[in-house]
């Protein structure tokens, strides 16, 4: 899937339809998905079959599943999934109030 942010859908829209011919353009505002632009004379199950990893992704980014289900969601392979995940900078982790912690400990432990 293509993704692109606004700000080069609005310096070049022919391109974002150029690659809607082919499959699915991700719309980022920011770094955050926020649309999606295909063409219509796809078939829509094609389409569907290409909107699964955009779906899964934002379900994961928004840590509604966890990645081994928006890995299934998205119709592809655990390792699939993560390139798909790279390629839309989507952090695998995410640090939470434990992380600073565990670092210290971390920390302690190779000292």
Same mark, same amino acid.
């Given at each position: ?7 080069? !859908? ?6 974002? @339809?150029?690659? *809607?011919? /082919?499959?699915?353009? %991700?719309? +980022? ?29 934002? !379900? ?6 966890? @990645?081994?289900? *928006?890995? /299934?969601?998205?119709? %592809?392979? +655990? ?33």
């Amino acid at each position: 899937m293509y993704a692109t942010n606004v700000r080069n !859908l609005k310096r070049n829209p022919s391109e974002a @339809l150029r690659h *809607a011919e /082919q499959e699915p353009v %991700l719309i +980022l505002k920011g770094n955050e998905p926020n649309a999606l632009l295909f063409n219509l004379k796809r078939s829509l199950d094609y389409s569907g079959q290409q909107l699964r990893p955009a779906l899964a992704a934002s !379900l994961f980014k928004d840590r509604v599943v966890s @990645l081994g289900a *928006a890995a /299934q969601i998205s119709g %592809l392979s +655990l390792s699939e999934f993560i390139d798909h995940l790279s390629q839309l900078d989507i952090d695998l982790v995410v640090p939470d109030s434990q992380t600073a912690n565990e670092l210290k400990t971390l920390d302690t432990w190779l000292s």
